[in-house]
């Protein structure tokens, strides 16, 4: 079935800008617009490549522009933004939008029905652009123009000097190269079409997105000129655009890519749709880097590999979703990239571009781990291949060795300075943090101890012998844990300890304290935290950041950066922790099912409503904090759909708990 909007949906503004779609080919580029095919922000585009020299994302064809005649008359499909006007405003003549396996414009002008549908190619930097005539009295004219970008994914480009305008014949299509040091595309058609060059620029096209975020959002687009060709009802023509020279016919580079999706749709089949769409549509984050290595998107658009993300997304949209080997080739990847006791929060395109900024990278490299062995039992390929890593973190952090970090005389985690971030809430406001969390934080500690654990754990099966300072620190942790963190007049655990004391503000890190497989508390001082964290932090998409009851609680996460990342983590909700809260509820229920029953009430908008509402068959990044939680930051996060997906294995009972 899919998402389908039909007309009138599509006529509103206010939402339909709002709805985004994204086809990823699994080298980190991408296409994507907003369903009015009216571009938004400065990341949206018909191909976007991750290319390896130039390295990084680049924005290459932002649009092709199409249009029909019939008779005397001529129908500009496409929407735009410029100053003070939409134009064309193609979006009157559009019937519907599905999408399911790629998205599908349906276009109604009178008596004439046309569809246009697009898809990446997969493991290519190639998009196709398909245009079927399901109705007509006559046959009609397509023209269509291509709109190059050609710049940084991150910047914006302008008319200039530099751009080489030139459309050279290239066998039966055509090549421009735009600029020196950038690649060639390609374009090509299945069918008949006539070029005519035409070199000229698109002025000052807008990005409402980029304008409310408060970064510059005009660009000019350049266009070498137009196709034109004939299409008669119950023919198709498709369009294709390309950094590799194709030697195959477009028609078969789009029947190939369409099989591929459809095998790769049929893997969840006999799952409720939406959960089989959500599974299906993970897929868009696992990649083929510039390191020829497997790896993880933090989110689409502007994310790349970042560690902390791909350890908590790993479990998720690997294990969970049928990618087992993928998921641990992940592993081994990163593994190789330890230093000091850490794991890069960053992945560059070579090891000297890592960089190894957050405390918490290595500990979440435990945890996923953790769940390969609880899906696989294989811990004769931990042994071999991720057990050094794991003696490396351990045993540097306990020898002091690791920068920013020392283990305290109790056997907790002491991290960072005053002008420090390195846990996951990492934002900074005018050039300061915005939650200070120097000193020992509530779930850096609870990760460590699990991570004690669990490498205790490793070396019984392992038949290593257990390290007597491991099994030390372990101890003096489990005697002082609670009695540092634990605020009993809350009954709930300080989200932050240091040269200060107790900051007892209820945030949601505590609860990782319950959720991981090894915890030192009580199963009363779990039930007390479950219980705070349902009364001031769940919401329908996640969990709230900073509780409304405290003064520094903001409710909306909108404005210009500094203003986003002052609410970044002071209230914004966050939907990767629905994973951990659950994890955390179901551990201590005595009536499982009922727990469950709460949960799917309780989040159930996550992967039902959500999943048409923003990036479609996506779940966003964050949620304001106050109704009506409008979503907001990156329209599809990796760690958001990957814990919805671990969500749902729990409410299955496919969980160790």
């Known amino acids: 079935m899919g998402i389908r909007f039909t007309r009138d949906q599509c006529l509103n503004l206010e939402t339909s800008l709002r709805q985004e779609w994204i086809d990823t080919n699994g080298l980190g580029g991408y296409a994507s617009s907003t369903i009015l095919d009216c571009h938004t922000r400065k990341y949206h585009g018909l191909l976007v490549a991750n290319l390896k020299k130039p390295a990084g994302r680049f924005a290459l064809l932002s649009k092709l522009e199409v249009s029909i005649r019939a008779g005397d008359s001529e129908f500009r499909l496409s929407t735009n933004k410029y100053p003070g006007v939409f134009d064309p405003t193609g979006h009157k003549y559009i019937e519907s939008f599905e999408y399911k396996t790629f998205p599908v414009t349906n276009y109604v002008i009178g008596d004439i029905c046309l569809s246009k549908s697009v898809m990446i190619v997969y493991s290519e930097d190639t998009v196709l652009v398909r245009l079927d005539l399901h109705k007509a009295q006559k046959p009609v004219i397509v023209r269509a123009l291509p709109l190059l970008s050609y710049r940084d994914l991150h910047g914006l480009t302008r008319q200039n000097m530099y751009l080489r305008v030139k459309t050279f014949p290239e066998d039966d299509g055509h090549k421009i190269n735009p600029y020196e040091l950038m690649p060639p595309m390609y374009l090509d058609w299945d069918g008949k079409m006539t070029f005519y060059p035409g070199p000229h620029w698109y002025s000052n096209v807008e990005y409402l997105k980029e304008l409310s975020r408060g970064y510059d959002y005009q660009e000019d687009l350049f266009c070498p000129g137009t196709y034109e060709a004939e299409l008669k009802p119950g023919e198709s023509l498709i369009f294709q655009a390309s950094l590799?020279?194709?030697?195959?016919?477009?028609?078969?580079?789009?029947?190939?890519?369409?099989?591929?999706?459809?095998?790769a749709g049929e893997t969840f089949a006999g799952q409720p749709e939406n959960v089989a769409m959500l599974k299906t549509h993970s897929e868009k984050f696992l990649i083929t880097n510039n390191r020829n290595c497997q790896g993880i998107i933090a989110g689409y658009h502007w994310f790349g590999e970042w560690g902390r993300d791909t350890m908590i997304a790993l479990p998720g949209l690997t294990f969970h979703c049928g990618q087992t080997a993928a998921g641990f080739n992940i592993l081994k990847t990163w593994a190789e990239e330890e230093k000091n006791g850490l794991l890069p929060n960053i992945l560059g395109t070579e090891s000297s571009g890592n960089a190894y900024n957050s405390i918490d990278t290595s500990l979440w490299f435990f945890r996923a781990v953790q769940e390969y062995i609880y899906v696989t039992n294989d811990w004769g390929g931990v042994k071999r291949h991720l057990a050094r890593a794991m003696q490396n973190i351990i045993e540097t952090w306990l020898e002091g060795k690791t920068p920013l970090l020392k283990i305290t005389k109790h056997g907790l985690v002491w991290a960072g300075t005053a002008d420090t971030q390195l846990t996951w809430m990492d934002a900074k406001s005018k050039g300061k943090p915005v939650t200070p969390r120097h000193g020992m934080a509530v779930e850096i500690n609870a990760l460590w101890y699990n991570a004690l654990c669990f490498y205790l754990e490793f070396c019984k099966v392992a038949k290593f012998k257990k390290p007597k300072v491991v099994t030390g620190c372990k101890q003096l942790f489990e005697k002082n844990f609670?009695?540092?963190?634990?605020?009993?007049?809350?009954?709930?655990?300080?989200?932050?300890?240091?040269e200060a004391g107790q900051d007892t503000s209820v945030r949601p890190n505590q609860i990782l304290s319950v959720s991981l497989p090894y915890s030192p508390l009580s199963r009363a001082q779990m039930q007390g935290i479950i219980n705070v964290v349902k009364d001031q932090l769940v919401t329908p998409y996640g969990l709230r950041t900073l509780s409304p009851k405290n003064s520094l609680y903001h409710p909306f996460y909108h404005g210009n950066q500094d203003q986003r990342d002052a609410a970044y983590h002071q209230g914004t909700v966050w939907p990767w922790l629905v994973g951990h809260f659950a994890e955390a509820c179901?551990?201590?229920?005595?009536?499982?099912?009922?727990?469950?029953?709460?949960?799917?009430?309780?989040f159930e908008p996550l992967w039902s409503s959500h999943l048409h509402e923003f990036g479609l068959y996506g779940i966003s990044e964050i949620f304001?904090?106050?109704?009506?939680?409008?979503?907001?930051?990156c329209i599809t996060q990796a760690w958001s759909v990957a814990e919805i997906i671990r969500t749902l294995e729990m409410l299955k009972g496919n969980s160790r708990l």
Request: hydrophobic share 35%; glycine share 4%.
């Open 244 to 263: 590799n020279k194709h030697s195959i016919p477009v028609s078969k580079v789009w029947a190939d890519e369409l099989v591929r999706r459809k095998k």
């Open 482 to 498: 609670s009695r540092i963190f634990w605020f009993n007049d809350g009954y709930y655990l300080s989200d932050v300890v240091n």
């Open 586 to 602: 179901l551990r201590i229920a005595v009536n499982k099912s009922a727990e469950k029953e709460y949960l799917r009430r309780t």
């Open 624 to 633: 304001d904090g106050n109704p009506p939680h409008k979503a907001k930051g």
